[in-house]
């Protein structure tokens, strides 16, 4: 079943598969920590690979239980799922704790929006393993409260992320996620994956510390309008090449405020810098290639489908490239009831 408004005959619990989302115009910075309100808005891509599968049962233990991967999460892990889960309950007015368990087929924490795909899944199962329906805006705007990307995993394809007005509560109601027009638009995503191991400085620490200390963050922040702007005008008339080239923009201006820090962070490896001259040869080639960073080393290229296996083909020949993956415009979240996976 999809994320509509219908409501769920569910007794023990729901099972829910969401995918992660590389964003176009990055989401960076939060003017609201505990309601995870952005400084400005943001634009992605849903993808049809690395998705999450979070089963939510409830009423079968005394306490939360929270298992990721087949293993018990870490503390910072349960401290998060737990903390969205009696959000959940508030909303639902229920009482009962629940168990979760959760597959993610995306390297978590390795800036390839591990987080967004398994908030997104977590929102969706457990609101309906607690019989509790809501419409896809409101399932966005509670999935932005355990991840802020999580909200635009809600919806397939590509989808923009609304920052949310000034004063609450219309800053709150105001901040969701929402499909973006795209016609027949699908280009491929080619990830290259420099390092799938987690990173040193979570991509939180690293959002608040670069808006705290970084001279080139406002004046980043402030250029975000136009550039939706601009992107969603090329996503509707199919323009490639306008696509990429604000993307690629966007994401290395994001990296250059972070590295402006005080101190810097810099989550760019050599292997990175690789796939970017690799882009860049590409096009001198007459390849339109693209390239997008997330808050990790890995790449993310954006290319023709026609051009895919070339482009994948130039950036798994280099040395600190472990892997290649093809992505295409994916499915938005999915709920199915019942406690089995």
Known sequence: MSTDATTLDIETGATAV?????????????????LILPVTGSLSMTLDIFPTTTRVRVGEQEA??????GRPADE?????????????????????????DSVNSVPTGAGLASSASGFAALAAAACAAYD?????????????????????????????????????????LGSYAEPVPAGDFDPAMV???????GKAVSSRKAMQHTVETSPF???????????????????????????????????????ATML?????????????????DAVAALR??????YATIDAGPNVAVLCDPRDEIRVARAVSELPDVSATHIAHRGPGTTVTPGAAA
């Open 18 to 34: 969401a995918h992660p989302n590389m964003a176009l115009i990055k989401y960076w910075g939060k003017r609201d920590r505990d």
């Open 64 to 69: 939360d239980t929270i298992a990721l991967d």
């Open 76 to 100: 910072v892990t349960t401290r998060r799922v737990t903390g969205f889960l009696r959000l959940v309950r508030d909303i639902t007015g229920r009482h009962e704790a629940a168990a979760v």
């Open 132 to 172: 509790h329906s809501l419409t896809p805006r409101e399932l966005s705007r509670l999935a932005r409260r355990g991840s802020g990307s999580a909200c635009r995993s809600v919806f397939g394809d590509f989808v923009v992320w609304h920052p949310g007005g000034s004063r609450p509560p219309r800053d709150d």
């Open 191 to 197: 990830i290259a994956i420099v390092d799938g191991g």
């Open 217 to 255: 963050y406002l004046p980043w922040a402030a250029g975000i309008a136009a550039d939706l702007e601009r992107m969603r005008a090329a996503i509707g008339r199919g323009d490639l090449q306008e696509v990429g080239r604000i993307a690629e923009h966007n994401a290395l201006s994001m990296h």
């Open 260 to 276: 402006a820090a005080r101190p810097a962070v810099r989550y760019l490896q050599a292997g990175t810098l690789a796939v970017l």
């Open 284 to 289: 001198t080639g007459g390849i339109d290639a």
